[in-house]
C-alpha cells in the first residue's frame, strides 16, 4: 500500500483556530441560522448558547484524550483507543467521516444560495447545486496544494469573514437600536420544548467544527498544548459571532419571515435596514464564510479517512490515480460531497449531518468513559453529563423529524445500520485472509 503523509508541525496555533472557526461559522452562521430560528421559535438565540456549552461539554472528552494521544486523524485514533480495532470503532469513524462530509455538501448549498441572492433568483434553481459542485471542486484544488497554502487562506479568510459578520450584526442592531424585541408576539410562533430542544440539536451542529482540529491533531504545533486551546478558542469565538448574528436577524425579522428565507436568512434580514448594499455585503461575506469553511473540512475530513485507511478500518483502492493514499481520500470525499450537493436539500442535509454526529458522539464518550477515563485523567461526570446531554438533544430532534420528515430518519438509521454491516463484513474477511495468510506461512517453514 502507498504511505499516507502527515506534516508534523504543519500547523500553527493561529492556523488551527483558523480552520476550527472556518468550518463552524461556513456552517453554522449562513446554513443554519434561519432553520435553528424555524425550530426554536422566538428564543432561537438561546439555543446556539445551549448548544455551545453542549459543545464544551462534548470538547472535554476531546482535549483530554488529544493532550495525550495527539494525532492526526484523532477521532478515528480515540476510537480505535476505546474499543480496538472493532467494528464499532470502524463503524462511528464513518459516522464522524459522513457527518463531516454532509457538512461539506451543506456549506457548498449555502454558498450557492447566497451566491444567486445577487441575481434574484429563487433557492429551488438548479443553479445551486451547479454553484455548490463548483466550491467542492475549488476546494479539492487548494487542497492538493498543501497544509500551507490552506492554513494561510484559512487565517486571512477567518479575519475577513469574522469581521464582516460582526459588522454585518453590529450595523443592523444599531439601525435598530440596540434593541432585541420580537415583533412576533403571536402564540402561533412559539416554539414547543420539543421544538426549542430540537433547534439545539442543530446549534451543536453549527459548533461540531471543533473536531476539525482533533482530526488534525498530529501536524498541529506543539499539539499536547495547543490542541485543547485551538479549540477553545475556536468555540469562543464562533459563540460570540452566532450570538451577535441571532440578536441581529431577530431584531429585524421576524420567526415566520426567518422561516421563509431560512437558507439565506441573514441576506433577508440586511434588506430592510440597507436595502440591496446590505444584501451585497452578506453574500459577499457568505461567500467567503462558506468558501473557508469548506476548505477547511475537506482537509480534515481527508485526514481522517486516511487515518482509517492505516489502521485497516477501511479498505483502499488507488483506481489507477497517482499520489498517496491521502490525495486518494481527497478525491473519494469531494465526490460523496457533491453527490449530496446534488441531490439533497439543505434542511435535509442538515437532518442527516445532525443524526450522525450525536450518535457517533455518543459512542465516543461513553468508549472513554469505560476504557479511557483513568488514563486521560477525565472525570466521569463530565463525560456521562455529555452523554445525557447529547441524548436529550437527540430524542426531541427524532421527536420532531418523526412528525415532519420521517424518511430522513430511516434515511439516518439505514445508514448507520449499513457501516455497521459494512465493517463487520470488512473487518471479518480481513481477519480471515490474515489467518489464511498466516496458516500458509507456517506451512511453508
Not at 464582516?164 to 435598530?176: D, E, P
Not at 446534488?342 to 468508549?367: E, K, N, P, Q, T
Request: proline share 3%; aromatic share 10%; hydrophobic share 55%.
Amino acid at each position: 500500500m502507498q504511505k499516507s503523509s502527515y506534516n508534523k508541525n504543519s500547523l500553527t496555533l493561529a492556523g488551527s483556530v483558523a480552520m476550527g472557526t472556518g468550518v463552524m461559522i461556513g456552517a453554522g452562521i449562513f446554513a443554519l441560522t434561519g432553520q435553528i430560528a424555524e425550530l426554536s421559535g422566538p428564543l432561537f438565540p438561546l439555543a446556539f448558547l445551549i448548544g455551545a456549552v453542549i459543545s464544551g461539554f462534548s470538547a472535554y472528552t476531546y482535549i483530554k484524550v488529544s493532550n495525550k494521544y495527539p494525532s492526526a486523524g484523532g477521532i478515528a485514533m480515540i476510537l480505535k483507543k476505546s474499543y480496538g480495532p472493532s467494528t464499532i470503532t470502524g463503524a462511528a469513524a464513518l459516522m464522524m467521516a459522513f457527518s463531516m462530509i454532509i457538512n461539506e455538501s451543506l456549506v457548498a448549498r449555502t454558498f450557492g444560495t447566497y451566491t444567486l441572492q445577487l441575481f434574484d433568483i429563487g433557492r429551488d434553481s438548479v443553479l445551486v447545486p451547479i454553484l455548490a459542485i463548483g466550491l467542492i471542486i475549488f476546494a479539492f484544488i487548494v487542497n492538493i496544494a498543501g497544509n500551507k497554502i490552506i492554513g494561510a487562506i484559512s487565517s486571512i479568510t477567518a479575519i475577513l469573514k469574522i469581521g464582516g459578520i460582526l459588522i454585518f450584526s453590529l450595523t443592523i442592531l444599531w439601525a435598530s437600536g440596540f434593541t432585541f424585541e420580537f415583533t412576533q408576539a403571536a402564540p402561533s410562533e412559539a416554539a414547543s420544548p420539543t421544538g426549542f430542544i430540537a433547534g439545539i440539536a442543530l446549534a451543536i451542529l453549527a459548533f461540531k467544527g471543533f473536531t476539525t482540529i482533533t482530526n488534525s491533531g498530529g501536524e498541529v504545533v506543539n499539539p499536547k498544548k495547543n490542541i485543547g486551546r485551538s479549540i477553545i478558542i475556536s468555540l469562543a469565538i464562533s459563540l460570540v459571532v452566532y450570538m451577535a448574528v441571532a440578536l441581529a436577524v431577530g431584531s429585524t425579522l421576524s420567526i415566520s419571515e426567518i422561516a421563509a428565507a431560512k437558507d439565506y436568512a441573514l441576506a433577508e434580514a440586511a434588506r430592510p435596514a440597507f436595502g440591496d448594499y446590505g444584501v451585497w455585503f452578506t453574500v459577499a461575506v457568505a461567500i467567503i464564510a462558506t468558501a473557508s469553511g469548506l476548505l477547511a473540512s475537506v482537509f480534515a475530513v481527508s485526514r481522517m479517512l486516511t487515518m482509517l485507511t492505516d489502521m485497516n478500518l477501511i479498505p483502499h483502492r488507488h483506481f489507477g490515480m497517482p499520489g498517496d493514499v491521502q490525495k486518494h481520500t481527497l478525491v473519494f470525499t469531494v465526490i460523496a460531497a457533491g453527490l449530496l450537493a446534488a441531490f439533497f436539500d439543505l434542511s435535509r442535509i442538515a437532518s442527516l449531518g445532525a443524526i450522525f454526529y450525536l450518535v457517533m458522539d455518543i459512542v465516543i464518550h461513553w468508549g472513554v468513559y469505560r476504557h479511557l477515563k483513568e488514563d486521560v485523567g477525565a472525570k466521569g461526570w463530565i463525560l456521562l453529563s455529555a452523554i445525557i446531554l447529547d441524548l436529550i438533544v437527540l430524542g426531541a430532534f427524532l421527536t420532531m423529524k418523526a412528525a415532519s420528515d420521517p424518511m430522513i430518519i430511516a434515511i439516518s438509521f439505514a445508514g448507520i445500520a449499513g457501516f455497521f454491516a459494512f465493517e463487520k463484513y470488512y473487518l471479518s474477511n480481513r481477519r480471515s485472509d490474515d489467518k489464511a495468510e498466516t496458516g500458509m506461512e507456517g506451512h511453508s517453514h
